[in-house]
């Protein structure tokens, strides 16, 4: 069981735009920047957004990430094939001393 | 270009031991924190262990304290992890990452070295 929750799955149709939430508590999301991964199945994660809302050069815009309280949010908008993957957020926990991920999120553009 | 190589990996019995190696390049190796982040098969991310640039902070997931030992050298730009008293459970594609300040997953990944343990 994770310590940030987020959901199994989400879908959507290419052009249309996603959201995907990271839940977490006062420790960890509600203290310290959040990150989110995308894992193409067979590659290893790729960072694409770092201090909750700041994108890696070379992210497109259409990637954004936002944080509320103890919940990160990431949106993918104008979906593309290319993103169908596996997300997942990532924090450090100042209880638990420990880097955090959420379960992982499948992306599925239908 | 920022690449990080792991190696090291392999087939160990339960009660074995391996040490992997992640050899860095392209940036100041002695300026960036490390990670080894593992992935067992079919999961997700999970975090396994944290070294500072300096070597002085170090910090080690619950599943992994006692057992496990990072380490790195700032002259070879490598980053270690040395891995005894193997379970199952510890079967994973083991990653290193590059960590800046306040990004603690990290910004750049390896592409991983399998260990798997197995009778």
């Known amino acids: 069981q994770s310590v940030l929750t987020q959901p199994p799955s989400v879908s959507a149709s290419p052009g249309q735009t996603v959201t995907i939430s990271c839940s977490g508590t006062?420790?960890?999301?509600?203290?310290?920047?959040v990150s989110w991964y995308q894992q193409v199945p067979g590659t290893a994660p790729k960072l694409l957004i770092y201090h909750n809302n700041k994108r890696p050069s070379g992210i497109p815009d259409r990637i954004s990430g936002s944080r509320s309280g103890t919940s990160a949010t990431l949106g993918i908008a104008g979906l593309q094939i290319g993103d169908e993957a596996d997300y997942y957020c990532g924090t450090w926990d100042d209880s638990l001393r420990a880097t955090v991920f959420g379960g992982g999120t499948k992306l599925t553009v239908l | 270009e920022v690449q990080l190589v792991e190696s090291g990996g392999g087939l160990v019995q339960p009660g074995g031991s391996l040490r992997l190696s992640c050899a860095a390049s392209g940036f100041t190796f002695r300026t960036y924190n490390m990670n080894w982040v593992r992935q067992a098969p079919g999961k997700g991310l999970e975090w396994v262990s944290f070294i500072s640039g300096g070597g002085g902070s170090i910090y080690y997931a619950e599943s992994v304290k006692g057992r496990f030992t990072i380490s790195r050298d700032n002259d070879r730009n490598s980053v270690y992890l040395q891995m005894n008293s193997l379970r199952d459970e510890d079967t994973a594609l083991y990653y290193c990452?590059?960590?800046?300040?306040?990004?603690?997953?990290?910004?750049?990944w390896g592409q991983g070295t399998l260990v798997t343990v197995s009778s």
């Open positions: 990452t590059r960590v800046p300040d306040n990004e603690p997953g990290g910004d750049y």
């Open positions: 006062s420790s960890n999301i509600g203290n310290n920047y």
